[in-house]
Nanobody, 124 residues
Framework: QVQLVESGGGLVQAGGSLRLSCAAS????????MGWFRQAPGTEREFVAA????????YYADFVKGRFTISRDNAKNTVYLQMNSLKPEDTAVYYC?????????????????WGQGTRVTVSS
């Protein structure tokens, strides 16, 4: 079992930045690939970014490339999502998730563990 707790969400103006954190506890964090997903009101949850167990491989949705960066610190059992140049359409609840397969993927069904989410609101 892995428990995931997101933090760092909040209200920011368009063009601003936020850094989300996801702290993991339970089984060995470095065994898992990690992903970030988001869900805006009235929409399906969608993939944002993923990172391999070692951090050497990352994968992004097209709509965040060049603006968001996923990283991890296995010593701190934490994965991060640095979000720059935020847009109002980035407003959503952001979730982190852990995948035992260790390979970063956009497929939500591959992720066994999910956090409760942190809300990001970007004002125009």
């Amino acid at each position: 079992q892995v428990q995931l707790v997101e933090s760092g969400g909040g209200l920011v103006q368009a063009g601003g930045s936020l850094r989300l954190s996801c702290a993991a506890s339970g089984r060995t964090f470095s065994w898992y690939a990690m992903g970030w997903f988001r869900q805006a009101p009235g929409t399906e949850r969608e993939f944002v970014a993923a990172i391999s167990w070692s951090g050497s491989s990352t994968y992004y949705a097209d709509f965040v490339k060049g603006r968001f960066t996923i990283s991890r610190d296995n010593a701190k059992n934490t994965v991060y999502l640095q979000m720059n140049s935020l847009k109002p359409e980035d407003t959503a609840v952001y979730y982190c998730a852990a995948d035992e397969a260790q390979i970063p993927t956009a497929e939500q069904t591959h992720y066994e563990y999910w956090g409760q989410g942190t809300r990001v609101t970007v004002s125009s």
